[in-house]
T-cell receptor, first 114, second 114 residues
Framework: NAGVMQNPRHLVRRRGQEARLRCSPM?????VYWYRQLPEEGLKFMVY????????ESGMPKERFSAEFPKEGPSILRIQQVVRGDSAAYFC????????????FGPGTRLTVL | DQQVKQNSPSLSVQEGRISILNCDYT??????FLWYKKYPAEGPTFLIS?????DKNEDGRFTVFLNKSAKHLSLHIVPSQPGDSAVYFC?????????????FGTGTRLQVTL
């Protein structure tokens, strides 16, 4: 049973470009969470999605950031017009359902904005 | 507003001795607590958890203690092994409507020396 997969593992973008981060949850998991870790900080919640639905986006910046989890395919975190402050590690986690308290994390995508 | 705090950024322990990692929280609505271990360039790995209705949970070398009145939890690792060297994150969960996002502390870097 493959774990949570994220790609790319490393992404370099210039200021103003778009960044697309992908997350494939564990088999059988229908809940996806995105977290961001800035240097020397803990992980900060961004958004929680179920298939085709955004459940909680309270941690997502209001502008330039969007997330989706379509019926088919991976979850996508999109950052438009990236700025240097977006440089961070972005982690995706999945769980089988709300009542299951454990979230399994992917290896992360390290975004560097030049 | 840091609702989960790990006040010790680092800890060094000799192999075979006990490692004690501490975590404090401020939100009394948190009802589930987890510890994650993280190696560099990898995603967090779930270690152990505890529900707010318990005060202790043990799994092999790992024991988590919860003191609800003090809003404090700790992770004990005994005996410590060199492979335990990693960053440890405390996380808390609050059921808020249908969401179960995790709130993380800033982490404690554990170094187990020979």
């Amino acid at each position: 049973n493959a774990g949570v997969m994220q790609n790319p593992r490393h992404l370099v973008r210039r200021r103003g470009q778009e960044a697309r981060l992908r997350c494939s949850p564990m088999k059988g998991h229908s809940h996806v969470y995105w977290y961001r870790q800035l240097p020397e900080e803990g992980l900060k919640f961004m958004v929680y999605l179920q298939k085709e639905n955004i459940i909680d986006e309270s941690g997502m910046p209001k502008e330039r950031f969007s997330a989706e989890f379509p019926k088919e395919g991976p979850s996508i975190l999109r950052i438009q017009q990236v700025v240097r402050g977006d440089s961070a590690a972005y982690f995706c986690a999945s769980s089988p359902g709300q009542v299951n308290n454990e979230q399994f994390f992917g290896p992360g995508t390290r975004l560097t904005v030049l | 507003d840091q609702q989960v705090k790990q006040n010790s950024p680092s800890l060094s322990v000799q192999e075979g001795r006990i490692s004690i990692l501490n975590c404090d929280y401020t939100n009394s609505m948190f009802d589930y607590f987890l510890w994650y271990k993280k190696y560099p360039a990898e995603g967090p790995t779930f270690l152990i958890s505890i529900s707010s209705i318990k005060d202790k949970n043990e799994d092999g070398r790992f024991t988590v203690f919860l003191n609800k009145s003090a809003k404090h939890l700790s992770l004990h690792i005994v005996p410590s092994q060199p492979g335990d060297s990693a960053v440890y994150f405390c996380a808390a969960r609050r059921l808020d409507g249908t969401a179960s996002k995790l709130t993380f502390g800033t982490g404690t870097r554990l170094q187990v020396t020979l």
